[in-house]
T-cell receptor, first 110, second 114 residues
């Protein structure tokens, strides 16, 4: 199956710091998505990207669709304690088969 | 609106036992999905139903069966549970539009097979 690798696996940062994480795939996707999962909950969609090179923001979150269509990046600016969770990338070409990354666990230290 | 609901929340099975995980959504979505989540592996698609009356295999369908009972409900059945099926199972739904990719997830079912 498709393999999506995320890095870093985990991050421990001070409140107020910026965060960067990325996701790489062995295959091309025509849509990239970023989700956040909090403990005991299902993932929640943060940002969707539809075009290679696209840069999209949602509040303090900014995501980019890599020009090779094999990678995507997520930045969080000025982190706050409620940013804690696991961030997943996902890719799809059909809108029904979604492939998820391995996740980046974020801990924010107040 | 409750969104996507899953029952049970927790379950312990012995190897060889069978069970059905239930999922229901009240958002009038056409498409529904079953995923499993294992540590360090992200979510993997087991089966999906693009619309009422259709089901298709995902990435890891072996050992599972599904039923799209109606537009609201999509169940996942383990006929003979194995320890390798110990996982957290998530159901999700979304509208069936080519340009709409937002899946809404349920809270998950934590299954342990001993």
């Amino acid at each position: 199956g498709q393999q999506l690798n995320q890095s870093p696996q985990s991050m421990f940062i001070q409140e107020g710091e910026d965060v960067s994480m990325n996701c790489t795939s062995s295959s091309i996707f025509n849509t990239w998505l970023w989700y956040k999962q909090e403990p005991g909950e299902g993932p929640v969609l943060l940002i969707a990207l539809y075009k290679a090179g696209e840069l999209t923001s949602n509040g303090r979150l900014t995501a980019q669709f890599g020009i090779t269509r094999k990678d995507s990046f997520l930045n969080i600016s000025a982190s706050i304690p409620s940013d804690v969770g696991i961030y997943f990338c996902a890719g799809t070409n059909t809108g029904n088969q979604f492939y998820f990354g391995t996740g980046t666990s974020l801990t924010v230290i107040p | 609106n409750a969104g996507v609901t899953q029952t049970p929340k927790f379950q312990v099975l012995k190897t060889g036992q069978s069970m059905t995980l239930q999922c229901a959504q009240d958002m009038n979505h056409n498409s529904m999905y079953w995923y499993r989540q294992d540590p360090g592996m992200g979510l993997r698609l087991i089966y999906y139903s693009a619309s009422e009356g259709t089901t298709d295999k995902g990435e890891v369908p072996n050992g599972y069966n599904v039923s799209r009972l109606n537009k609201r409900e999509f169940s996942l059945r383990l006929e003979s549970a194995a320890p390798s099926q110990t996982s957290v199972y998530f159901c999700a739904s979304k509208v069936h539009r080519v340009t709409d990719y937002e899946q809404y997830f349920g809270p998950g079912t934590r299954l342990t097979v001993t």
